[in-house]
């Protein structure tokens, strides 16, 4: 008997297999089981959104890559994958939404390269034509397009240039390191039995030390149905910031790598990682003033540089002291996280140090900067609490500068609405020198040449009342729409430099043994690897076999009209070669 062509050979012998009513269901069961590939209908180049930075004095590529939860997901006919199925082992074989480059800047604000070949922009709102609502936030990775680039800047440093003047109160310009899997837990095995196989190439693998369970995929776990699992990591914010704050924090963990825990059944997951963490913050430390004013113009970009220093100066040492400096013009503001700073902050605003004491303290810390951490950018902004946590106080700065991130339209009459508590917590603050940006005050705009003005909080209302200080444009009038979407919040990050000891390159992740089960054996290697491998094997075998046996030339011939008479490869029966001899 004869086959089509190797380019039309599978497509023909699977359409013919599945014209036999009897072969149809055990076929289909077979493409059940190894059906989860990566995005066919887009597929993404790894490595069309590419930055250079500086690696131990070296020039280096990177590339850019959105986090999955941004991405579409959907079946093999297009459909989303959460209108035909919310089963796990379904959703696990849907495909995550490759992206071209330039669907990074139009549909979610992500801009490589701009405004140089050494920059990142991430605009907080973007209008995509083609979706129903604009995109809100993003959160971006670098990777070296063979996994997400680690980096172990123990008793190194990592550097870069960032501009916040667009980012108002009531937002967080993120750029952090997590202890993510460098691969995106590729090739790991979900409780389905489903195969991971987009791994980082689709952004999966998020953690950090606050152990989000709001992950549609949760590392090696697949589908995380009903929030049932939180992904945990240490994490270094490096720098997390809006016009009116800054903050560097460390958030060490119980394991100085990534882990899973079932929010199911432990409702302490949290308690895996420090999620308060030890941080230096300039509105916390050094008043309502904000002492950024006193060093940088936030309104202009600037440097961020941090460096992790050890006892004995090398990477092999142990962490004590986190120092950054903050500088533009020539001048430098500089802070220092230690383990006895972060005592004495916590012997001030709480009763206990859990940094110290429970999660230990720098040197768990720089353990995991030794191993290898992920960098993070993102561009967020905080509903709930109107980011007062960063603030380190509740405060009323995101009254006057922040557009409601739920909704796409609303009436500025109800944004602009100061009631009696809001000034009761301004009022709560301990009045002093205000040090802010020129337009939120005009009448005092002679006073801002030196950026000191002297006031009482309780008057603070009349002046709001004379203008609108609002980032979101539009609201000129009481009864105007103000469209977030339009406003350009946005933060750039530029000229990124490391200093440090290049971890070993991992493998990709391969499946780890149930909590009761194998253990040092190998058994689930053989149940979760070999296994599938060789029933592969055979399904392939099976498929050949009775492609050859079953299908009849009449098959081909048909095969032969739709492709305009290619030539075919001849498939002999073996049959006919028996009978030959």
Known sequence: MAFGPADVGATFCVR?????????????????????????LGDEDTKNAGIRISVNGHDTAQFVMLDSRWRYLYTVDGKSCASVSTDP??????????????????????????PNNRAVTLRYATKDPDAPTPNYGSRVYLTDGEGYTQFAPLSGEISFDIDISKVPAGMNAAVYLVSMDTYGNMNSISNSGVMNVAGWRRGLG????????????????GFNQNNHYASCCPEMDLFEANRFVSAMTAHPCKLTSESVCDASKNKKCKAECDSNGADVNTFREYGPGHALFNNVDVMLPFTVTTRFITDNGYANGTLVEIEQELIQNGRAFKTSLTDQGAADTAEK????????????????????????????????????????????INHLLHWLDSCDANKTEYECEKHAKFDDIVWEQAQ????????????YYPDFAESFETKDVAFNYAGIPLQIKRQVAFSCRGCETKDAPCD???????????????????????????????????????????????????IALAVAAC???????????????????????????KCQDTSESSSDS
């Not at 379904?90 to 071209?100: I, N, T, V």
């Not at 498929?543 to 490869?569: G, M, P, Q």
């Open 484 to 534: 977030c979407a339009s406003v350009p919040y946005a933060f750039t990050v530029s000229n990124i430099e490391v200093t440090h000891q290049p971890p070993r390159k991992q493998k990709p992740t391969k499946p780890s043994p149930s909590p009761g089960g194998g253990g040092g054996d190998g058994s689930h290697l053989v149940m979760q690897i070999l296994v599938p491998m060789g």
């Open 89 to 114: 082992g379904d959703m696990e074989r849907c495909y995550l939404q490759g992206l071209k480059a330039s669907r990074y800047s139009d549909s979610y604000g992500v801009f490589v390269g701009s």
């Open 349 to 392: 605003f709480r009763s206990t140090n859990p940094f110290g004491q429970v999660y230990g303290g720098l040197a768990q810390m720089g353990k995991s900067l030794r191993a290898g951490m992920v960098l993070v950018i993102a561009l967020w902004s905080d509903a709930g609490a109107n980011m007062n946590w960063l603030l380190g």
């Open 428 to 439: 709560s603050v301990k009045p002093g020198i205000w040090r802010g940006p020129v337009d």
């Open 206 to 221: 998020y953690c950090d030390a606050q152990c989000p369970t709001d992950l549609r995929f949760v590392q090696d776990k």
């Open 16 to 40: 013919c297999l599945l014209a036999r009513p009897m072969l149809r269901p055990w076929l289909l069961l077979a493409a059940a089981a190894l059906a989860q590939q990566v995005d066919p």
């Open 543 to 569: 498929l050949a076999f009775l492609c050859c046996y079953v299908c009849s030339e009449d098959d081909v011939e048909n095969v032969r009209v739709r492709r305009r008479r290619k030539k075919l490869v």
